[in-house]
């Protein structure tokens, strides 16, 4: 019998069941496969060997536990945190404004880290780039939000299309400066492609954020439910409308933002996760949320460790990798709602 944490009730034990050994498979997968490659029974006794008053033996060199704990498992950590984020944030964008299209880069998130990125690079500051890829994506959001809110009609469209203006204008503002700054090109170019590669630092810096917008998700899965039944139905019974919606989308945001930052512009993950929920679990975002997390964290480390060795020993950008499968997959959305 699986018992539900607090922030997973409502979602049926087989789909959550699934998602966990999903994840965990994903997970040691990803640190025991690469160019280098790690004996799996010899990992899993390694990790164990670090629990509090545990002792096992293990056979690993200490080359390879360099490359255990100082490579594998913080490229793993952050694939799950940022596929969870991608996911459960594509989920609540959706709940918000009743579309299953849109995505976590909707309100130009992608276009505002990515200017901030560009502009980094083309200043020699590299090790700004996740501080300037978060305060870019952060204003772009707070930019189409005041437009959006001047025009009326928040709830939807007036919001999408200022959303879909900002960020022109912000790609047009990148190219500029990328087409200034010739020299830096490859590497921004490779940055928006995606990688994960920080570390545990990248994972110490975006895990609050990522918490803190992840709590403030789940905890109003059920008013975005209630949502869904159109805004006069909800406030008429009670609901908050704007302020639910103004709060998720600023948590939704945070932590998009914070996902770009350390890892570059990753698409179709907000997209493909929460569909493929859906399918299993049903509409609910009760459901929809929890799972998103777990399922969203191992595609992520799934698609990590494709780019990572199918190419073997080059690597392919993760952003290539999710394309591949999020092309066809929202071209049959489209086909499916049109």
């Known amino acids: 019998m699986i018992v539900s944490p607090?922030?997973?009730?409502?979602?049926?034990?087989?789909?959550?069941?699934?998602?966990?050994?999903?994840?965990?498979?994903?997970g040691l997968a990803g640190i025991a496969l690469g160019p280098a490659r790690l004996p799996v029974g010899e990992v899993l006794t390694a990790l164990v060997d670090r629990f509090p008053a545990v002792t096992a033996d293990h056979s690993l060199t200490s080359r390879q536990l360099d490359i255990l704990w100082q490579l594998r498992l913080p490229r793993v950590a952050l694939g799950a945190c940022?596929?969870?984020?991608?996911?459960v944030c594509g989920a609540a964008y959706q709940g918000v404004f009743r579309n299953p299209l849109v995505d976590p880069y909707l309100l130009g998130v992608a276009a505002g880290a990515g200017l901030g990125a560009t502009l980094a690079f083309a200043a020699g500051g590299a090790?700004?780039?996740?501080?300037?890829?978060?305060?870019?994506?952060?204003?772009?959001?707070?930019?189409?939000?005041?437009?959006?809110?001047r025009l009326g009609d928040r709830a939807n469209t007036s919001l999408i299309l200022a959303g879909v203006a900002v960020a022109s204008f912000l790609t047009a503002a990148q190219t500029f400066v990328q087409q200034r700054s010739s020299d830096d090109l490859r590497v921004v170019y490779s940055w928006i492609l995606g990688r994960l590669g920080g570390g545990?630092?990248?994972?110490?810096?975006?895990?609050?954020?990522?918490?803190?917008?992840?709590?403030?998700?789940?905890l109003h899965r059920r008013l975005l439910d209630v949502l869904a039944v159109g805004d006069s139905e909800a406030q008429s019974l009670g609901v908050p409308v704007r302020r639910v919606r103004l709060l998720v989308v600023i948590a939704a945001t945070l932590g998009t933002a914070a996902?770009?930052?350390v890892s570059g512009l990753i698409g179709f993950v907000g997209i493909i996760v929460p569909h493929t929920v859906r399918l299993l679990a049903g509409?609910?975002?009760?459901?929809?949320?929890?799972?998103?997390?777990?399922?969203?964290a191992a595609f992520m480390v799934a698609a990590d460790l494709a780019a990572r060795?199918?190419?073997?020993?080059?690597?392919?950008?993760i952003g290539v990798v999710t394309a591949f499968f999020g092309a066809p997959f929202f071209l049959s959305l489209l086909r499916r709602k049109g």
């Open 82 to 87: 940022v596929g969870a984020t991608l996911s």
């Open 283 to 296: 509409p609910s975002n009760r459901s929809t949320l929890p799972l998103s997390i777990l399922f969203g």
């Open 200 to 218: 545990w630092n990248d994972v110490r810096l975006v895990l609050p954020y990522i918490a803190i917008s992840a709590i403030v998700i789940l």
């Open 259 to 261: 996902a770009v930052a």
């Open 127 to 149: 090790a700004l780039v996740p501080l300037a890829a978060f305060v870019g994506a952060s204003g772009a959001v707070v930019l189409t939000y005041a437009i959006g809110n």
């Open 309 to 317: 060795t199918l190419l073997a020993p080059a690597e392919l950008p």
């Open 6 to 26: 607090p922030l997973a009730r409502g979602v049926r034990p087989a789909p959550l069941a699934l998602g966990f050994v999903a994840l965990a498979l994903a």
